[in-house]
């Protein structure tokens, strides 16, 4: 058919840096001499189905790069999960197109939207190229040493831990910040990289990979509240107990038995709220602040990591590359290969389609309420250049003169 | 006497730049041959009673700089509110160690301090110089144009809603933030400085400065949800309703009405939640999502204003020089003097002490859900450089052509 037709398209959770791949994508696709046009889909599969197209091919590389720097999905995203039905549809609407390559910015869900498009092609004996471009800031994705998004949304939460640790040091008390992510606590654990000092917050870290077990995190918050007149907890929102079940259920219905009513779990503020709730009403301490970075933790504009805008471009650069000159469809990959240094390789679709990564054991240390140093090792350099840094007072002592 | 000593101290609550004053007081005085020491007294007034003092002559003005660009109080802050009391045990102590000069950080509860203890040494005959340095995130210190630590809370709330607009923009739906401030609305509206495009959120804007109504709340997100397809919402955690009651109690009141059970007041993420309730129960939308921005904005590091680092920088210098070479105890107050251009002057304290300014006429919309340009201009200056800017695609359509 030889159309020079390509579509590109955005799905899941925006990130501070997606844009960049969308771009990277059309920037890159421009300077190859057989591709004529190239799509985006809006919203994602949603705008396959709907066939709501733009002709990326019509912006100025000017505008690109100031969108590419732009947080969130400029062409707007889903929470489509497309079974075999919605993929055949996509297929059929590329088809009408004639697009030859198809490229889907996304985590685990996208992922595999782009392997059964990708088998549909096959058995339909249609030439389409199809390649996943990895995003989430959850970290999840296998196969990956991280995921373009998870370096800026760490970068967040460790500015905002640094800041709210300064600020509970400042007037002590116990302060409650609960992060993103339900099953892997790779951006929890980055709340780690805001401490600085050996009594700086945060104190205590609960990540989804290690049983929460409210008595325990009782007594965890009550001895550092002891040792340091102040206590700074970072809590995934996904923390669960030994059998799966999510402490805001948990909470929530404890709550009800002592006749305080229901609460709703859909409330995003709620489980900070009842952990703070447990802490005065079983500690007795007074003064106890909760947060729940919600929506800002990945798309709060003018936090990002110049490390993740690059290899978020990249890796959109390299997946038209490996269209290009490639034989076959998968899913780009970051690998690791300096300190810091890193290269792209394509994975195979099955390989990382659906799956889950969460942090391994040895990022978490023996207490489970804390990272080790090779988890900052790892973080680090993600968190890219000009991190702010927090400073003290030498603080000399005056001797006492009031006999009053 | 002739001590040479000098004591400066950080009341209430923490701000991006509140350092760079105590820095601009250290840094100041030890220009002046006559001052020996400069003391920071811990947590404010109450390390006064307590005598808990650091010398900060000893400090490295390296250092001082290094921490004026820190945020949060770096003497460390406390909420207590002297009475006459308590004041008069601040004298006693300022006595003992022969101090010439106090000088205090903070905000209406702070200078009102700052005035009674002025006046227990006018009283006692003791040659004391008292100076209030204004500082507060609400901006609410009536006699100044506007209060160091507000101009980078703002755009922090400024730089949050253009993030989380653009994130609803990707994943359309109804958000709702909700922004610190009880009884002066300025930093809720500041969330307006967000705003780029004429479809982007905050499409509605809710202060305290005018009645909350919970039916006409739904019915200004209906129509902006069925005009735009979304709808972002700024908050004040101080809305309230004709009678003065704060919206989340009635809201609270309404769930127990409802046999909902009882809503702890004291949670943090309590009004986003319920606010969020209320519209996925009365309107039908599914995708309703609400944040409190909590402790964020106020702490967050590297997210802050240069002119409020300068201006707070300056109102510190300048109390000194007042203290120095003038006669008189008093605030000292911002005064704009071109577009952009601030002088300081030194009020006196008891035009400033234990007064609340609130939101000018002139600066809310007739809507009363949006602000005006009168307010843009106010406080577009104040945000400083380096503002992040949101671009979006030209996005030209591709015609259809799927006939499936």
């Not at 990277?24 to 197209?53: C, S």
């Not at 992510?181 to 980055?190: E, V």
């Amino acid at each position: 058919m030889a159309s020079g037709k390509i579509l590109v398209a955005q799905g899941g959770g925006p990130t501070a840096v997606i844009n960049q791949s969308m771009v990277g994508v059309a920037l890159e696709a421009r300077r190859h001499h057989n591709v004529q046009r190239v799509y985006g889909a809006r919203h994602g599969v949603r705008g396959i189905v709907d066939e709501d197209f733009v002709d990326l091919t019509q912006e100025t590389s000017h505008n690109l790069e100031l969108v590419a720097a732009t947080p969130s999905s400029a062409l707007g995203s889903t929470r489509d999960k497309p079974d075999a039905r919605y993929c055949h549809a996509i297929f059929e609407v590329l088809r009408a197109h004639e697009i030859e390559h198809f490229f889907y910015i996304g985590g685990n869900d996208s992922s595999d939207t782009v392997r059964i498009v990708s088998e549909e092609a096959r058995k339909a004996n249609y030439p389409l190229r199809s390649i996943h471009i990895p995003k989430t800031i959850d970290n999840d994705l296998v196969g990956n040493d991280h995921t373009p998004g998870f370096p800026s949304a760490a970068r967040f939460v460790a500015q905002a831990f640094a800041g709210v640790n300064l600020d509970n040091a400042a007037l002590p008390g116990v302060y409650v910040g609960v992060v993103m992510g339900r099953h892997a606590g790779f951006l929890t654990a980055a709340s780690a990289l805001g401490k600085k000092f050996e009594d700086d917050g945060p104190h205590l870290i609960y990540l989804p990979e290690r049983t929460f077990d409210i008595p325990q995190f009782l007594a965890d918050v009550k001895s550092t509240y002891e040792r340091f007149g102040r206590c700074v907890v970072a809590v995934s929102e996904g923390v669960h107990d030994a059998a799966g079940t999510p402490i805001l259920s948990l909470l929530a219905k404890e709550l009800e038995h002592d006749a305080h009513g229901n609460v709703q779990l859909s409330g995003t503020g709620a489980l900070a709220d009842l952990l703070c709730e447990e802490i005065r009403g079983k500690l007795g301490i007074k003064r106890v602040r909760g947060d729940t970075f919600g929506y800002l933790q990945r798309s709060f504009i003018g936090c990002v990591s110049d490390v993740d805008q690059r290899e978020a471009r990249e890796v959109g650069e390299k997946a038209v590359q490996f269209a290009m000159w490639g034989t076959q469809d998968g899913s780009v990959a970051i690998r690791r290969t300096g300190f810091y240094s890193v290269d792209y390789e394509l994975l195979d679709l099955a390989a990382v389609a659906g799956k889950t990564r969460v942090m391994e054991d040895a990022f978490i240390a023996a207490s489970g309420t804390d990272v080790t140093d090779a988890f900052r090792l790892y973080l680090r350099p993600l968190l890219g250049s000009g991190m702010p840094d927090a400073f003290r007072l030498r603080a000399a002592p005056v001797p006492r003169r009031n006999t009053a």
